[in-house]
């Protein structure tokens, strides 16, 4: 409501009488010590301004108003109180009582109440109760700004093998002076409490985004989304059920989105020998630790992501059965790798040089309690033996490449352990010559129908010339005659 507090009625009453259908408020002394008022009649707000406070011992009264059904005004020591009372809807008849009041605190005029209790009224009948929305927005308007959620979100996150985390800090939530696109549009929405990120302030934000940097906006976009989500499930635990009706984040359309080209990065399987030739030769030279090249070595032949061949624990590995059990992936799905004699040979070089106590695999050089994370100096290192540039990613790639051309499409999605076989195209890069076997069957295909073609016409031709030759024998025998 957006009227202020009207003035407190000047007297009090001492005393209420029911006679028949009034209400009589009396006062001890006085002159106008007795105001008749009917319990129910068609309020006015003069009428409302006039109406008593009560003594803290008189019982509380209600005037009913005629022309709203259910509105009432109560009176009560500390002025006039709108309320509302109504039943519950029920298929058994009659559902239990109701009662609300109508902005306590805020004394709306009455014209607002008399709006305000037929949209409660709209609401109740369909099930809904305005008071317990209400109370969720005032719960709403509790929490803290997003920002305040960006450690505890960035902790969540870690417990996962994914991305830098503190890349995620500085795209939402950049520092002053940086130089990241709209970079004072994200700090000024990062500062907003969850239920003030709206569709229409997400938008606008990424719109303003993507003018400067589109790939720099996606970024933003999927990274705000994840916190937006973050948030809510800790609202829901707190006891909100509902911040948005959707991620605000699913307000921009798919084709407003930019997505980079797919990248392609990969190793051709003719340059295969010189990727594995310069792993020896780093190797040899002593130079990068052995813990380093058999962790690059198994993501080459195993396809396994860059975090979930980091993160491996003996606990993951039954050397005995060949398998690996990962259970922390990036889908969240459980999944059992088997292991060839090559991957094997790696893991029981791990085995043998692992320290006593160290839970993984592939421990960090620097620090053993720790997992291996940064492999880029030995990467420059094998591309400087085998001229071979490529990413962890790349790796996967690599193998998802080599492993298309010699397994089913159902088996590869299996051994990527991806959702969908869409997600699995997006990593096979095929070259001209891997996908000669396929066009050769169907340019077989193709020469068929043309081979049958061809024979169609030479026999509708030779038919032709048949007849031909018997029409004109038949000539000569009657120029004979």
Request: glycine share 6%.
């Amino acid at each position: 409501m957006a009227t202020s507090r009207p003035a407190l009625p000047n007297w009090t009453a001492t005393s209420v009488i029911v006679d028949g259908d009034e209400f009589v408020f009396r006062r001890a002394v006085g002159k106008g010590h007795v105001m008749r008022v009917p319990r129910r009649c068609v309020l006015t707000q003069s009428l409302v301004d006039k109406l008593p406070r009560l003594a803290p011992s008189v019982m509380r009264a209600v005037i009913w108003d005629a022309a709203q059904t259910g509105l009432g005004v109560r009176l009560g020591q500390n002025g006039v109180t709108y309320v509302l009372q109504t039943r519950r809807p029920s298929a058994q008849g009659r559902g239990a009582p109701v009662q609300r009041a109508i902005d306590r605190g805020t004394s709306p005029t009455l014209e607002e109440a008399r709006t305000t209790a037929r949209e409660w009224l709209r609401e109740l009948r369909q099930g809904r109760d305005p008071k317990e929305a209400q109370a969720v927005e005032v719960t709403r308007e509790s929490l803290p700004p997003l920002r305040s959620y960006l450690t505890a979100f960035i902790d969540q996150r870690r417990e996962r093998p994914l991305k830098c985390a503190a890349e995620r800090l500085v795209v939402l939530d950049p520092p002053e002076g940086s130089e990241f696109a709209g970079a004072d549009v994200r700090r000024r929405l990062i500062a907003r409490r969850p239920h003030e990120v709206t569709e229409a302030r997400v938008r606008a934000a990424y719109l303003t985004i993507r003018e400067d940097n589109r790939s720099s906006a996606g970024k933003w976009l999927r990274y705000l989304s994840s916190l937006l989500a973050f948030v809510e499930l800790d609202a829901s635990r707190q006891g909100i059920p509902v911040l948005w009706p959707r991620n605000p984040c699913r307000a921009i359309g798919r084709d407003e989105k930019y997505r980079p080209p797919a990248r392609q990065g990969h190793i051709a399987e003719r340059r295969l020998p010189s990727w594995f030739a310069g792993i020896e030769q780093v190797r040899r030279r002593g130079r990068v630790p052995s813990v380093t090249l058999d962790y690059i070595e198994l993501l080459t032949t195993t396809g396994l992501r860059k975090q979930e061949g980091a993160r491996l624990r003996w606990s993951n590995v039954d050397l005995e059965a060949a398998v690996l059990h990962l259970d922390d992936t990036k889908g969240g799905r459980p999944f059992d790798l088997p292991l060839e004699p090559l991957h094997l040979a790696i893991l029981n070089r791990r085995r043998a040089a692992a320290a006593v106590g160290c839970e993984w695999v592939f421990p960090s050089p620097k620090r053993a309690s720790q997992p291996l994370s940064d492999v880029r100096e030995a990467l420059k290192s094998i591309e400087e033996c085998s001229g071979v540039h490529v990413t962890p990613h790349d790796l996967r790639r690599t193998y998802a490449s080599l492993a298309a051309t010699r397994v089913t499409h159902a088996e590869l999605v299996r051994l990527l352990n991806h959702a969908n076989v869409g997600v699995t195209m997006g990593y096979v890069i095929l070259g001209a010559e891997s996908l000669r076997p396929a066009m050769a069957k169907v340019a077989a295909a193709f020469e068929a129908a043309q081979q049958q073609a061809k024979k169609e016409l030479r026999d509708g031709a030779a038919a032709a010339d048949g007849v031909a030759d018997a029409e004109g024998g038949s000539e000569a025998a009657r120029a004979g005659a």
